[in-house]
């Protein structure tokens, strides 16, 4: 595979963090820690805020373990976008410009883009909602006001990418207090949730629990995650020696690892609270987040639990649309080579979002909201594939990894959890073609 020139994508903050030479673990850590956490914002978006509801009202706790499968897929396969943004000084998407035909890198990059436009409009409607459900602001008006949080993001981002870091960190801190607090309101029943962990193929055989638990998958696993790790783990200025490189395999693996099993705590958290509160009180047709509001403090006999709903909605809106934004830009410049001004290709990103938002919310009605969350979700799913079969080629291609090539055992794995993930979305579309055919 031959590598073409290439300008870094997110040039602005390319390699702009040092990194100290001191042997010190502690240092080192603490440097490399941050672009595990702009992705594990991803994994905690109001999209699955919306799956893990639904799932954990219909059907209690037998869901976490699609949550757990979910997210130790995650970790492997953003171990693997790490190793491929060190190994080669490529995101995934400039790796697929050099690889691919111009006109498989056109679909790949429509495909990509229609993920983040799902994946930006559920984070919208979240962050809408949030504000509607603490501040009585209208959910037309939400829509609208979060569409400007993109120049929060073009501040900090000028700042330097710590900043953005930074804040995405706090905002992820305070949706983990906020879930910690419910489940000690909701007192759940732990041996339920242990069991809730081991798998059961009752998932696999019900139509309707494969539906949530794939849209689990595609709000866990996000496509546009991959790529932007690929590309922010290159924030980091590391020496260009092997040694260094393999240093900075390690320490970013190590990131993204701990970032991602604090998503895991949180999305667990909200399955968790949804049975624990509704499913074993009778409700179990609660996919709405507004309905889950209304109906938290009332049943827990806790005042405060539906604000704290509420406030760790907002703050998981906040974050993940931050890195929607710069996942969009990074597709763009890596794909097609084309490099818009920061500012134009957010509002780009933002339009695709807030249109389809607005034109739901006028036509249907604000209770589709929950439909339109969990839909987003699956769409996110189907488009899965596209992303991690080219990442799992790169980065088994040793022509292109050099020394950094997977091992075969992790050849082996990633290619199980492909298997997995194209599995299941055919299986979904099955399900959902024969139930349009004989319904």
């Known amino acids: 595979m031959s590598l073409t020139p290439h300008t870094p994508s997110l040039s602005e903050v390319h390699r702009s963090i040092k990194i100290p030479n001191e042997k010190g673990f502690g240092r080192k850590m603490l440097a490399y820690a941050g672009p595990g956490y702009l992705v594990s914002v991803g994994y905690v978006d109001p999209g699955n805020w919306a799956t893990d509801l639904a799932g954990g009202s219909k059907f209690g706790y037998t869901l976490l373990s699609v949550i757990l499968l979910s997210n130790l897929m995650a970790i492997l396969l953003q171990s693997l976008c790490v190793r491929l943004g060190v190994a080669t000084g490529r995101d995934l998407a400039q790796a697929c410009r050099d690889y691919f035909p111009s006109r498989v890198n056109l679909i790949l990059w429509v495909l990509c883009e229609i993920a983040i436009a799902a994946c930006d409009l559920a984070e919208l409607l979240g962050s809408a909602i949030a504000l509607q459900l603490l501040f009585g602001i209208p959910l037309i008006w939400g829509v609208c006001i979060t569409g400007c949080d993109v120049l929060i993001l073009l501040l900090l981002q000028g700042k330097g990418f710590r900043y953005v870091e930074a804040l995405v960190i706090t905002l992820v801190g305070t949706v983990g207090v906020c879930f910690l607090l419910e489940i000690i309101f909701s007192q759940p029943d732990l041996a339920g949730i242990l069991q809730g962990y081991w798998p059961q193929s009752v998932v696999v055989r019900n139509p309707e629990m494969l539906y949530i638990a794939i849209g689990i998958l595609g709000a866990t696993v996000m496509p546009h995650n991959l790529y932007l790790h690929s590309s922010i783990v290159q924030t980091r200025a590391w020496e260009p020696t092997s040694k260094?490189?393999?240093?900075?395999?390690?320490?970013?693996?190590?990131?993204?690892?701990?970032?991602?099993?604090?998503?895991?705590?949180?999305?667990?958290?909200?399955?968790?609270?949804?049975?624990?509160?509704?499913?074993?009180?009778?409700?179990?047709?609660?996919?709405?987040?507004?309905?889950?509001?209304?109906?938290?403090?009332?049943?827990?006999?806790?005042?405060?639990?539906?604000?704290?709903?509420?406030?760790?909605?907002?703050?998981?809106?906040?974050?993940?649309?931050?890195?929607?934004?710069?996942?969009?830009?990074?597709?763009?410049?890596?794909?097609?080579?084309?490099?818009?001004?920061?500012?134009?290709?957010?509002?780009?990103?933002?339009?695709?979002?807030?249109?389809?938002?607005?034109?739901?919310?006028?036509?249907?009605?604000?209770?589709?909201?929950?439909?339109?969350?969990?839909f987003s979700q699956v769409i996110l799913s189907l488009q899965l594939p596209f992303a991690v079969i080219p990442l799992i080629m790169f980065t088994s291609n040793r022509r292109l990894m050099g020394e950094f090539v997977n091992p075969y055992w992790l050849k082996v794995l990633a290619g199980a959890v492909a298997t997995i993930i194209v599995s299941l979305n055919v299986w979904l579309l099955l399900q959902t073609f024969s139930g349009l055919l004989f319904h």
């Open 244 to 374: 260094k490189r393999w240093e900075a395999i390690k320490f970013g693996t190590l990131d993204s690892t701990i970032a991602l099993s604090f998503a895991l705590f949180i999305n667990s958290a909200i399955l968790i609270v949804a049975a624990a509160t509704f499913h074993f009180s009778g409700y179990h047709e609660v996919a709405e987040i507004q309905d889950a509001y209304q109906l938290l403090s009332p049943l827990l006999g806790v005042s405060a639990a539906s604000a704290i709903f509420g406030l760790a909605l907002l703050a998981s809106g906040q974050s993940s649309t931050l890195t929607a934004t710069l996942a969009g830009q990074i597709v763009m410049e890596g794909f097609l080579q084309f490099r818009l001004k920061p500012w134009v290709r957010r509002l780009a990103t933002r339009c695709l979002a807030v249109i389809p938002a607005l034109i739901t919310i006028i036509f249907f009605g604000e209770r589709s909201t929950g439909q339109l969350l969990i």
